[in-house]
């Protein structure tokens, strides 16, 4: 059965360093993994999917599929950025999907 | 111009009790999902439908009971509320045929069972 581990329950960092959420996962497919974002009174949406390999709000999240992590990372956290992210990964292929979601962590960024 | 809108957003209600909480999308969609988070955030599949035909159903007590009358609605209808029930239900949808991952969240609708 899949799953997806964030370790973290808070993160606190102050203005300006560097952030990293982790995550882990289980699956014995192929991964499909994602970030998704849910700021204070918002809806929770998708923040980025590791085959777009982009950037967004400043945050990337590389795959690794030998320590079956998806961490998410951003170099200058902003008071923004506060908010809570959980990891996500997709299984089902493309007749339907389903996401298994991680536990959130919830990041603080300081002033 | 609400996409996935859902009521009620709070519902406080007795143990014992029968309730439901209803999901409509604009979007066009084709798939409809229900999630629930605990109160430790936690947040997992309980039902999908695509197309009013029930595709994903997870180990959830048969007191929990979804119904789509079309694709754009997804209710859940919850029999003889428990304590544990109390959490907050979040319905989300995407395109069928498309999945690249994206789901489209309601706000969410926050059940207190006392």
């Known amino acids: 059965a899949q799953r997806v581990t964030q370790p973290e329950k808070l993160l606190s960092v102050f203005k300006g360093a560097p952030v990293e959420l982790k995550c882990n996962y289980s699956?014995?497919?192929?991964?499909?993994l994602f970030w998704y974002v849910q700021y204070s009174r918002q809806r929770l949406q998708l923040l980025l999917r590791?085959?777009s390999r982009e950037s967004i709000k400043g945050f990337t999240a590389d795959l690794n599929k030998g320590e079956t992590s998806f961490h998410l990372k951003k170099p200058f956290a902003q008071e923004e950025d506060s908010a809570m992210y959980y990891c996500?990964?997709?299984?089902?292929?493309?007749?339907?999907?389903?996401?298994?979601f991680g536990q959130g962590t919830i990041l603080t960024v300081h002033p | 111009d609400t996409a996935v809108s859902q009521t009620p957003k709070y519902l406080v209600t007795q143990m014992g009790n029968d309730k439901s909480i209803k999901c409509e999308q604009n979007?066009?969609?084709?798939?409809m999902y229900w999630y629930k988070q605990d109160s430790k955030k936690f947040l997992k599949i309980m039902f999908s439908?695509?197309?009013?035909?029930?595709?994903i159903n997870e180990t959830v007590p048969n007191r929990f009971s979804p119904k789509s009358p079309d694709k754009a609605h997804l209710n859940l209808h919850i029999n003889s509320l428990e304590l544990g029930d109390s959490a907050v239900y979040f319905c989300?949808?995407?395109?069928?045929?498309?999945?690249?991952?994206?789901?489209?969240f309601g706000e969410g609708s926050r059940l207190t069972v006392l």
């Open positions: 996500a990964l997709a299984t089902g292929g493309t007749s339907y999907g389903k996401l298994t």
């Open positions: 699956y014995s497919g192929s991964p499909e």
């Open positions: 590791h085959i």
């Open positions: 979007l066009g969609h084709d798939t």
């Open positions: 439908y695509n197309n009013k035909e029930l595709i």
């Open positions: 989300a949808s995407n395109r069928q045929g498309l999945w690249t991952g994206e789901l489209f």
